[in-house]
């Protein structure tokens, strides 16, 4: 489904990534850990078309489709779905106005304006948002929890091919991460061959979420993969017990 080919990638001059390749197969998913400043938020960036970094060379290909070739909204219509760290507020913007100009352009679909508000209902019920939501502006004067949350209802309402959720668990408390894990998990009952890719700093939100496959990048280069148990024995040694 995705694969990533000896990727490298670049912020300006400055080599961020170097020589990583991965595989993310329909239906499974992944942990992507690693210290802080390791690359795992570029890599995310670098999928989905961020302008400041440069992909410097190897290939990121979703299903057959070359995704540097594509610009951010290509990338978006083939599948690819990102829940960035830090939504940004747009002043201005009405959270139902974006929704469905976004809906629209990834299906090509111009769903009736009623209908598609039941469509919003449901999916903000499934991660507590209150339906007065729709009337606010996107992200202005929401709470962290309240952004991630929307993020996980837009994944509810785009169905992606592969979602990569950025530090999707900071923030949260209990309660929230529990209601975000069960959405997620939704999801991927309705769609089994979603492929959910976690980028996360702790092991918090895997207790609710097992993935199939834990990948550990250090300082832009993929050091270590495996099972689920690579993620509790960062829990238990840190990150300096694997020898990184």
Same mark, same amino acid.
């Given at each position: 489904m995705l694969y990533l080919k000896n990727v490298s990638i670049a912020l300006d001059t400055k080599p961020i990534i170097d020589t990583l390749s991965l595989s993310f197969s329909a239906g499974t998913v992944h942990a992507l850990m690693g210290p802080n400043g390791s690359g795992k938020s570029t890599? %995310?960036?670098?999928?989905?078309?961020h302008p400041a970094y440069t992909l410097t060379s190897g290939q990121l290909l979703l299903d057959t489709s070359d995704l540097s070739a594509l610009p951010v909204e290509k990338r978006a219509r083939a599948g690819l779905f990102l829940a960035a760290q830090y939504p940004q507020e747009v002043p201005g913007v009405q959270v139902f106005t974006f929704l469905k100009e976004a809906h629209r352009m990834l299906t090509g679909q111009d769903i009736?304006?009623?209908?598609?508000?039941?469509?919003?209902?449901? %999916?903000?019920?499934?991660?507590?948002?209150?339906? #007065?939501?729709?009337?606010?502006?996107?992200?202005?004067?929401?709470s962290g929890g309240e952004k991630k949350r929307l993020?996980?209802?837009? @994944?509810? @309402?785009?169905?992606?091919?592969?979602?990569?959720?950025?530090? *999707?668990?900071?923030?949260?408390?209990?309660? %929230?991460?529990?209601?975000?894990?069960q959405a997620l998990q939704y999801a991927k009952s309705v769609n089994p061959d979603?492929?959910?890719? @976690?980028?996360?700093?702790?092991?918090?939100?895997?207790?609710? *979420?097992?993935?199939?496959?834990?990948?550990?990048?250090?300082?832009?280069? @993929?050091?270590? #993969?495996?099972?689920?148990?690579? %993620?509790?024995?960062?829990e238990q040694r840190g990150y300096n017990g694997l020898s990184l």
């Open positions: 890599l %995310a960036a670098t999928l989905m078309g009736a304006v009623s209908a598609f508000k039941e469509l919003v209902y449901a %999916a903000f019920d499934r991660v507590n948002l209150d339906h #007065s939501f729709v009337y606010r502006n996107l992200h202005e004067g929401f993020e996980i209802a837009q @994944l509810l @309402l785009f169905s992606p091919k592969v979602a990569l959720l950025d530090e *999707i668990d900071s923030g949260l408390d209990v309660d %929230a991460l529990k209601l975000v894990a979603l492929v959910l890719i @976690l980028i996360t700093h702790y092991n918090r939100i895997l207790e609710y *979420i097992v993935p199939d496959y834990v990948h550990v990048i250090s300082c832009g280069r @993929l050091v270590a #993969s495996g099972s689920h148990e690579l %993620a509790h024995t960062i």
